[in-house]
């Protein structure tokens, strides 16, 4: 009964470390991503993100390769261009109820504006992302009553 217990506990603590080391191998991955995928659904072009690169000990997060497309109709095909941005936060900060971001590094940060008429890609692009916010807005309730 011992033994059969003793060799349950094994492979559970094997399967919890591989499960572990699956995880932290992958983790830039699911990053990268998830970045790509939430930016393009927020800003309704397609975002791309060559790198993340995640260090939990020592509190850093480097993203590298951004690029947000630009809305139809523009020249450039791209509104958005990093070469690299790294953040750095306090770790104890983690455990509290304020995040402390110590540092924020931004290289080679391109921001295209064209120009489309009487309106340009940058206006156009706050006009979709407000239309985006309406729509998902939360509705009133019945009583007129708001949470404040």
């Known amino acids: 009964m011992h033994k059969n217990l003793r060799q349950a506990l094994v492979y559970l603590i094997l399967l919890l470390i591989v499960l572990t080391a699956a995880i932290w191998f992958s983790i830039n991955g699911i990053i990268r ?3 790509q995928s939430q930016a393009t659904a927020a800003l309704g072009v397609k975002t791309t ?3 993340a ?3 939990i000990l020592a509190g850093n997060l480097t993203l590298t390769g951004l690029t947000v497309d630009n809305l139809q109709g523009y020249a450039d ?3 958005l261009t990093m070469q690299s941005c790294g953040a750095t936060v306090n770790l104890h900060s ?3 109820k304020t995040v402390v971001v110590q540092l924020i590094n931004i290289n080679g940060l391109h921001i ?6 009487l309106s340009n890609n940058l206006l156009a692009e706050i006009n979709h992302l407000k239309k985006q916010q ?3 807005a939360p509705k009133s ?3 007129g009553n708001q949470p404040s």
């Open 33 to 35: 991503s998830e970045i």
């Open 49 to 51: 993100l060559a790198d």
């Open 53 to 55: 690169n995640l260090s």
């Open 77 to 79: 095909p791209h509104l």
């Open 94 to 96: 983690l455990l509290t």
């Open 112 to 117: 295209s504006m064209d120009q489309n008429g």
């Open 134 to 136: 309406r729509s998902v």
């Open 141 to 143: 309730s019945a009583g």
